[in-house]
């Protein structure tokens, strides 16, 4: 069985597609930039935040970026309690029994540590989940392997060991580049053909399927 399974977590644990469409919105209107549409907005999901800004508008001035930021932590604070995130069908319970088996389960996620401690948390995952890693914990985020290769060294795994899973391409491309098994999920925010052209060693459908391929 493997070792350490390294879950993404925005369309692949908790479905947050409409909370982090509608924040980005709302902050393109206060900030006087053109409203983009939802597959525009989804398509950056699973980047960091700036990197996310830049990549809907690449024209931004680099000295308007942390007025963004600002003004994007504002609305989702605001937002979240209004659009409270669910976790994706069979979640808990899969989480629940790859622990039981002996998985160890964490999380790496190009969103911020607080903001996952804190979701984790609130949907009761994080008895599950054993290490957290954030956007700030790295230097270089998703695509780039660090995420998942300081995951392995600070828990002492090797790269064989491990399955990445996440619903993004970003997110099979970090997994492979740390030399790791990787696992698209097409019920988040891409699709399986999307999820097999990055390299994907395996697509599912369903979050319960992990325990068949583990």
Not at 27 to 34: I, L, S
Not at 58 to 79: G, K, N, S
Request: charge should be negative; charged fraction near 20%.
């Amino acid at each position: 069985m493997t070792k350490l399974i390294i879950l993404d977590f925005d369309g692949t644990l908790a479905d947050t597609r409409e909370l982090i469409v509608r924040t980005n919105q709302e902050v393109q209107r206060q900030m006087h930039y053109p409203v983009l549409a939802e597959a525009q907005i989804v398509s950056t999901i699973g980047l960091p935040l700036k990197e996310g800004i830049l990549a809907m508008f690449p024209e931004l001035p680099q000295e308007e970026i942390p007025a963004w930021v600002v003004t994007y932590r504002a609305v989702f604070d605001q937002l979240k309690k209004q659009i409270i995130p669910g976790v994706f069908p069979h979640v808990r319970e899969t989480l629940a029994a790859l622990v039981e088996a002996g998985c160890r389960c964490t999380v790496a996620s190009s969103r911020g540590t607080a903001s996952l401690t804190d979701f984790l948390r609130d949907m009761g995952l994080a008895p599950c989940i054993s290490y957290v890693l954030g956007a700030d914990d790295v230097k270089r985020a998703k695509p780039h392997p660090e995420p998942v290769l300081k995951t392995l060294k600070d828990l002492s795994i090797d790269a064989a060991d491990a399955l990445v899973v996440g619903d993004m391409p970003v997110d099979i491309q970090m997994g492979l580049g740390a030399g790791a098994h990787t696992c698209g999920v097409t019920y988040g925010n891409s699709n399986r053909p999307a999820l097999l052209a990055a390299g994907a060693h395996a697509v599912i459908d369903d979050f319960a399927e992990l325990l068949r391929i583990v």
